[in-house]
């Protein structure tokens, strides 16, 4: 496996393996890589021919005060995972590389879906998002984009990015993957305390509730989303940022729970902000 820095060497890369018909998976992560990314990288090895990595914490995507600085980063030890699943690239260029300055070229995706959740309390979020996924997907010309459903999100605003500016990649939106106390797995999850990992599992405990409750029948969106607060409210150390029940596609708030929809949350335990959801399809 070959780790590189510069555009102009992965593009010598990439174009290779088109000319010889060779198909790209990509998977982007900021690092710091846990079972969730390997899931990905997985996942590509079995569906394309070249598996490309790239790692780049990128600051567009952090407002003032988030945590670029403290991002963890340890690009050997990633390296080494991704290896062991079947990498065969993997591309960490530096901030220079990515943004040289004058660089003014952003993409934003408009409306609710980047307004809302996540988009709601980190305003420009998506919008470096975006800007970072469109060129690197620029750089690697993948055939398919792997990401976690974790950041559901994430996913919905890529996917109407693709849609909206006619991008040639499939996107493969993969479940998310947890600790075996039900955690969803995240780098973030690293800023834990051993006493707010232990809370942090009020996250999954709440959207299992909601689960339950409507399996048994409940279809009242605000009643399932008094639930999953007083449940997280019941943890001291937690502070909910948002609970939303949305439809899964649009992410537009709904009333009556029915279709495609997904709970999402975030939480702040302690300083760390973590975010969770559930997808269900209900009749
Ligand atoms: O999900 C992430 O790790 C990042 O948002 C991504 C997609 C790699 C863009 O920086």
Redesign the pocket.
């Known amino acids: 496996m070959r780790v590189l820095n510069t555009i102009k060497d992965i593009r010598t890369i990439t174009k290779e393996a088109r000319r010889n018909g060779k198909s790209i998976g990509f998977i982007?992560?900021?690092g710091y890589l846990h079972e969730g990314h390997l899931s990905l990288v997985k996942k590509a090895r079995e569906e394309n021919d070249l598996v490309i990595v790239?790692i780049?914490v990128?600051p567009t995507?952090f407002g003032p005060g988030e945590d670029f600085d403290s991002y963890p980063r340890d690009l050997e030890r990633d390296s080494k995972l991704v290896e062991d699943v079947g990498a065969d690239i993997v591309f960490s260029p530096s901030v220079k590389e990515i943004y040289p300055s004058g660089c003014s070229t952003y993409v934003d995706t408009d409306g609710d879906i980047t307004k809302r959740l996540c988009g709601a309390s980190r305003p420009g979020h998506f919008k470096g998002?975006t800007t970072?996924?469109t060129k690197l997907f620029n750089i690697i010309t993948p055939d398919r984009a792997y990401?976690?459903q974790k950041?559901a999100q994430?996913v919905a605003v890529i996917e109407q990015m693709v849609r909206d500016l006619c991008m040639d990649v499939d996107i493969v939106s993969c479940p998310i993957v947890r600790e075996e106390d039900g955690l969803a797995m995240s780098s973030r999850n690293t800023y834990l305390g051993e006493e707010e990992r232990k809370a942090a599992i009020i996250l999954s405990k709440a959207l299992s509730s909601a689960e339950e409750v409507i399996k048994e029948g409940e279809r009242d969106a605000s009643k399932v989303s008094e639930l999953i607060v007083n449940k997280i409210n019941s943890q001291p150390l937690s502070k909910i940022d948002y609970v939303e029940i949305v439809c899964d596609k649009t992410l537009e708030a709904i009333e009556e729970i029915k279709g495609g929809i997904l709970i999402a949350l975030a939480v702040k335990i302690g300083r760390t902000r973590l975010i969770d959801n559930v997808r269900l399809e209900v009749l």
């Open positions: 982007p992560t900021m790239s780049f990128n995507q998002v970072i996924v990401f976690g950041d994430q």
